[in-house]
């Protein structure tokens, strides 16, 4: 039989990991507005910040240089799988017939499955420089909750994961992953704080969001002064971390000869797409035509959806406000499977972004990611977490229309991380138990 190719891989050596973070707002059209203390009415103070944060989170948050560089002890955890390859989705364009390039970026071989060790490795680092003892933070689908945890682990730091209860359920192993590397992890709403304790006495069977498991863990962060809040997605931090992505990204389509088209992501709040498609907003902005796309779930569709507007990112209004695009922190979204998607706002810059007109959005249902992310691991023998998938969904659109009009362009997406710990929900998809959860009114907050 003729190898006709399913793939092909573009590879850079290690010593091309990036030596600096992308900050991108020195380039965007203006600067994000301040963040607001909740209980002044306020911009929020540096010792606001500080005593939230690590210093030198609460520093980059701020900061407007263009490079910051990348610590050296973080940079050589990086080898651990950096630099992710390039791969071409030869097979998916046979199957689509289509003229367009497809290209992922494989962020599934880092240790803990998924992009989210990037940041977790720098937060842990500059925590345990700065004397702290142990960080808290919340968790979606557990991506992030296991790549910290494994990052703690490494810098000698203790962790607590407040992850939102429908997961903490719905996928045990990747709890169970996160309790391996040596974390406590409670499902939120829980029993342990104020906040959660008064969620579970209105509802007992609250299936908790993001939002509620941030509150629970800044209500940790204050009742322990040796503790920092740790911030998976929302941050301009954590966005800044994971440029390492389109950095590497840039330098292996140069190889190839090729400009990107469009930059496709899922979008919960935002960190998988802001690393990798933000460092090439400058040539958006300077006229390259680039469709920066992202991928929501129908039943949270924040940039779809929601309104750019000052809201909170958390569900008790105890972090700061910010101006970004919103359902409202008192939305719960219903318990999908792609639990990293299921936040109620996007990051600021994110939300940026979009409300200047310089990022699309689509929403789809569940089921149409997961029939995508099953056509694509047929194909290719990857299985994308439902994250993930959402950006295949995407992309498969963007590739018909290609179709349609003759056009041979450059499609590149984040595969964001591996579905490996999801084969539960792959499971009740192939049994056809699987169910579409649309949210068909956005201002009111819905109880699953």
């Known amino acids: 039989m003729k190898n006709i190719g399913i793939s092909e891989r573009i590879d850079l050596p290690v010593d091309r990991i990036p030596t600096r973070w992308y900050n991108v707002i020195p380039d965007l059209p203006r600067l994000p507005e301040e963040y607001v203390d909740s209980s002044t009415g306020k911009p929020v103070t540096r010792e606001f910040m500080d005593r939230l944060l690590t210093p030198a989170m609460a520093a980059q948050e701020r900061s407007t240089e263009r490079w910051i560089s990348i610590p050296e002890p973080v940079r050589d955890a990086y080898q651990l799988w950096r630099p992710t390859p390039l791969i071409r989705a030869l097979a998916l364009e046979r199957e689509l017939d289509t003229p367009a390039q497809i290209y992922f970026k494989y962020e599934g071989t880092s240790p803990s499955g998924s992009h989210k060790l990037n940041s977790a490795l720098a937060q842990a680092y500059y925590a345990k420089r700065d004397g702290h003892t142990r960080l808290v933070t919340d968790t979606g689908a557990g991506q992030w909750g296991s790549a910290l945890a494994l990052a703690c682990k490494l810098m000698g730091l203790d962790l607590l994961v407040y992850m939102i209860r429908a997961s903490y359920h719905q996928k045990p192993y990747r709890r169970h992953l996160i309790e391996t590397y040596g974390a406590e992890v409670r499902p939120s709403p829980s029993t342990t704080t104020d906040f959660g304790q008064r969620l579970l006495a209105a509802d007992p069977d609250h299936p908790g969001s993001e939002a509620t498991a941030v509150s629970e863990a800044i209500e940790s962060v204050y009742a322990d002064p040796g503790s920092r809040l740790a911030v998976g997605a929302f941050s301009n931090h954590c966005l800044l971390h994971h440029t390492v992505i389109g950095l590497e990204l840039r330098e292996q389509l140069a190889i190839i000869g090729r400009t990107p088209d469009y930059l496709v992501a899922s979008v919960g709040?935002?960190?998988?797409?802001?690393?990798?498609?933000?460092?090439?907003?400058?040539?958006?902005?300077?006229?390259?035509?680039?469709?920066?796309?992202?991928?929501?779930?129908?039943?949270?569709?924040?940039?779809?959806?929601?309104?750019?507007?000052?809201?909170?990112?958390?569900?008790q209004g105890k972090a700061p406000a910010a101006y970004t695009y919103t359902l409202g922190h008192?939305?719960?979204?219903?318990?999908?499977?792609?639990?990293?998607?299921?936040?109620?706002?996007?990051?600021?810059?994110?939300?940026?972004?979009?409300?200047?007109?310089?990022?699309?959005?689509?929403?789809?249902?569940?089921?149409?990611?997961?029939?995508?992310?099953?056509?694509?691991?047929?194909?290719?023998?990857?299985?994308?977490?439902?994250?993930?998938?959402?950006?295949?969904?995407?992309?498969?659109?963007?590739?018909?229309?290609?179709?349609?009009?003759?056009?041979?362009?450059?499609?590149?997406?984040?595969?964001?991380?591996?579905?490996?710990?999801?084969?539960?929900?792959?499971?009740?998809?192939?049994a056809g138990l699987l169910q579409d959860v649309e949210t068909e009114d956005f201002s009111t907050p819905v109880q699953a």
């Open 330 to 430: 008192d939305f719960v979204p219903p318990p999908i499977h792609a639990g990293g998607l299921r936040y109620h706002g996007c990051a600021p810059l994110v939300g940026l972004l979009r409300h200047e007109g310089l990022l699309d959005a689509r929403a789809f249902p569940q089921t149409e990611v997961f029939a995508a992310a099953k056509t694509f691991a047929q194909l290719h023998g990857y299985l994308p977490a439902p994250e993930s998938a959402h950006a295949i969904r995407a992309v498969i659109d963007i590739a018909n229309d290609c179709k349609r009009t003759g056009r041979d362009a450059t499609i590149v997406f984040n595969y964001s991380g591996h579905g490996l710990l999801d084969l539960g929900a792959y499971g009740r998809f192939n």
């Open 269 to 315: 709040c935002g960190s998988n797409l802001g690393g990798f498609a933000n460092p090439f907003l400058e040539d958006k902005l300077n006229g390259a035509d680039i469709t920066i796309l992202a991928a929501e779930p129908e039943a949270c569709a924040t940039l779809t959806h929601g309104e750019y507007r000052l809201d909170f990112a958390d569900a």
